[in-house]
């Protein structure tokens, strides 16, 4: 592949230093490090994002960056934090949103990789949020990638740099990263 594959990465919370967006800014790294563009859409931006609604109208600025920046991904990497069992509100309405993409020729998450990030305070959290990701993936008709993170939040998971302190953590990180790369390297090949 002689361009690099670009990787949009969305996801994080509204809180400030939150967890999932800055698992989500170390899977981005290592995609960089596999070769890879990157674009953040993290928390501030996607909960600044209208409730989507499903009558036709207008979209404003936001909904349009995002539905285009889907749209020129090679592949994308969500992180979701895990809120009473599944994915957020914030994240769930981001996906809600590529509905704008539906009558396109490629919609939604076609022929993407799409890697999963969850942090939770606990692992059953954890499991069944990322098994709730993975299901709007398929309905979106993304390829989630067969490796998933899971981050127990429960303990201080980033250094001041914001570098996983547990190298298991960096580890879950970068095969989701390298997993989407490679995905998208082996469909630019295919074509
Ligand atoms: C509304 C809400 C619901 C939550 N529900 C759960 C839960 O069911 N199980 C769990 O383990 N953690 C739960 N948590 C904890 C978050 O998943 C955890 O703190 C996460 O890492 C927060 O991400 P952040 O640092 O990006 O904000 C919840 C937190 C909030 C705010």
Not at 107 to 133: C, E, F, N, R
Not at 155 to 162: I, K, N
Request: net charge negative; aromatic share 6%.
């Amino acid at each position: 592949m002689t361009k690099r594959p670009l990787i949009v990465g969305l996801g994080g919370t509204v809180r400030a230093g939150s967890t999932t967006e800055k698992a989500l800014i170390c899977a981005l790294k290592a995609a960089e490090a596999k070769g890879a563009e990157t674009h953040l859409l993290g928390g501030a931006f996607l909960s600044g994002l209208p409730i989507f609604d499903p009558r036709p109208g207008e979209t404003n600025a936001a909904q349009q960056e995002l539905a285009d920046a889907i749209r020129r991904a090679d592949g994308v990497i969500v992180a979701s934090p895990g809120y009473h069992g599944s994915i957020s509100g914030v994240i769930k309405n981001a996906l809600d949103t590529l509905e704008l993409t539906r009558t396109d020729a490629e919609p939604y998450l076609s022929h993407k990789a799409v890697g999963t990030i969850i942090t939770a305070d606990g692992w059953q959290a954890a499991g069944t949020t990322l098994m709730a990701l993975r299901a709007i993936i398929h309905a979106l008709r993304g390829w989630p990638t067969p490796f998933g993170a899971a981050l127990n939040a429960g303990v201080s998971l980033f250094d001041e740099a914001g570098d996983c302190r547990d190298q298991k953590d960096a580890w879950q990180l970068a095969t989701v990263a390298e997993q989407v790369v490679e995905f998208a390297q082996m469909k630019a090949l295919s074509r």
